[in-house]
């Protein structure tokens, strides 16, 4: 592993990040500046919460952990990294593995892993669910409102003369008659507006999109609206994931996502390869074995949730 000299470098994923520091931690050669890093790093609430989250579930899994690395010093072998990462995601496996279906569950309109889905609402206005989203929906008030629950929408809004109004998270989307879409990630918010207006709150922030613009909405935070060719980004909806110069990482974890798999990437500085093409979401799993051999990387399914990639 590769670990970055201070936190601006890490991956934008607290989780991995934290996964990645404990890791790096147990090693025997760990240097006095990375041990600096890392206490840099975890001064950030985020970070800190994910650190604790990680320490924790290794609590839980402490004996099992110790029967693996006995287990592979007896072979003669070095306690891989691998078995780390096995055993505190089989520790938080059955709630996390359960959660989604759980939201599916009881949101009014749900998709499965590598399904999309097209719905037209009461009011007349269409959704377009992307793969493993789910939202609700209140359509009878003065203010009809859709609250994504998990995943990504899109959205063609009829006018009746009222508001319309997309929750995600601690950030608001208002919208008028317009097309636009919203994905909610993991701490990150993300609205792309095709056509019409819509205008984003969080906190005591509020920002205006106009046509071919996207922001990004972390917590109570508006990052500035960019130009983006909204076409290319808004592709899900047509089964295609076309990218231009995105982070590795970024490309794995939604070919991963349409497989119902988490990604657990061991080589961070692989991830921030910036990559380039347009994959096929209904053939996730064959677009995502082309890549790998093209990154010359593996993978490996751990049983059949998440995605260890090396």
Same mark, same amino acid.
């Given at each position: 592993?590769?670990?970055?000299?201070?936190?601006?470098?890490?991956?934008?994923?607290?989780?991995?990040?934290?996964?990645? *520091?404990?890791?790096?931690?147990?090693?025997?050669?760990?240097?006095?500046?990375?041990?600096?890093?890392?206490?840099?790093? !975890?001064?950030?609430?985020?970070?800190?919460?994910?650190?604790?989250?990680?320490?924790?579930?290794?609590?839980?899994?402490?004996?099992?952990?110790?029967?693996?690395?006995?287990?592979?010093?007896?072979?003669?072998?070095?306690?891989?990294?691998?078995?780390?990462?096995?055993?505190?995601?089989?520790?938080?496996?059955?709630?996390?593995?359960?959660?989604?279906?759980?939201?599916?569950?009881?949101?009014?309109?749900?998709?499965?892993?590598?399904?999309?889905?097209?719905?037209?609402?009461?009011?007349?206005?269409?959704? @377009?669910?992307?793969?493993?989203?789910?939202?609700?929906?209140?359509?009878?008030?003065?203010?009809?409102?859709?609250?994504? !629950?998990?995943?990504?929408?899109?959205?063609?809004?009829?006018?009746?003369?009222?508001?319309?109004?997309?929750?995600?998270?601690?950030?608001?989307?208002?919208?008028?008659?317009?097309?636009?879409?919203?994905?909610?990630?993991?701490?990150?918010?993300?609205?792309?507006?095709?056509?019409?207006?819509?205008?984003?709150?969080?906190?005591?922030?509020?920002?205006?999109?106009?046509?071919?613009?996207?922001?990004?909405?972390?917590?109570?935070?508006?990052?500035?609206?960019?130009?983006?060719?909204?076409?290319?980004?808004?592709?899900?909806?047509?089964?295609?994931?076309?990218?231009?110069?995105?982070?590795? @990482?970024?490309?794995?974890?939604?070919?991963?996502?349409?497989?119902?798999?988490?990604?657990?990437?061991?080589?961070?500085?692989?991830?921030?390869?910036?990559?380039?093409?347009?994959?096929?979401?209904?053939?996730?799993?064959?677009?995502?074995?082309?890549?790998?051999?093209?990154?010359?990387?593996?993978?490996?399914?751990?049983?059949?949730? *998440?995605?260890?990639?090396?």
């Amino acid at each position: 592993m590769t670990v970055p000299s201070s936190p601006a470098d890490l991956a934008a994923d607290p989780a991995q990040q934290a996964l990645d *520091w404990f890791t790096r931690l147990r090693a025997e050669d760990l240097s006095a500046a990375e041990r600096q890093a890392f206490e840099q790093w !975890r001064e950030a609430p985020d970070n800190a919460r994910a650190f604790a989250e990680v320490e924790s579930l290794w609590q839980v899994l402490e004996l099992p952990a110790r029967r693996v690395r006995k287990a592979e010093r007896a072979r003669g072998k070095r306690w891989p990294r691998l078995a780390t990462a096995a055993c505190l995601l089989l520790a938080a496996g059955v709630a996390w593995s359960q959660w989604p279906a759980l939201q599916r569950l009881n949101s009014d309109y749900a998709t499965h892993a590598g399904e999309r889905g097209s719905f037209t609402l009461a009011d007349g206005s269409q959704l @377009r669910l992307d793969s493993n989203s789910a939202v609700d929906v209140e359509l009878d008030g003065a203010i009809r409102t859709l609250h994504l !629950r998990q995943g990504r929408l899109f959205l063609e809004v009829k006018h009746d003369g009222r508001p319309f109004v997309v929750n995600v998270d601690d950030a608001q989307v208002r919208v008028l008659g317009t097309r636009f879409s919203v994905a909610r990630g993991d701490g990150i918010d993300e609205v792309v507006l095709e056509s019409g207006k819509v205008q984003v709150l969080a906190g005591a922030q509020t920002q205006v999109l106009t046509p071919g613009q996207r922001l990004t909405v972390h917590g109570e935070q508006i990052d500035p609206p960019q130009a983006v060719d909204a076409e290319r980004l808004l592709a899900w909806r047509d089964g295609q994931l076309r990218v231009r110069d995105v982070p590795l @990482r970024e490309v794995l974890q939604r070919l991963a996502d349409y497989q119902g798999q988490s990604l657990l990437l061991l080589d961070a500085a692989a991830g921030q390869r910036l990559v380039s093409g347009s994959f096929n979401l209904d053939q996730a799993d064959n677009a995502l074995d082309a890549l790998l051999s093209s990154q010359k990387l593996r993978a490996d399914s751990l049983a059949g949730r *998440w995605l260890i990639v090396r």
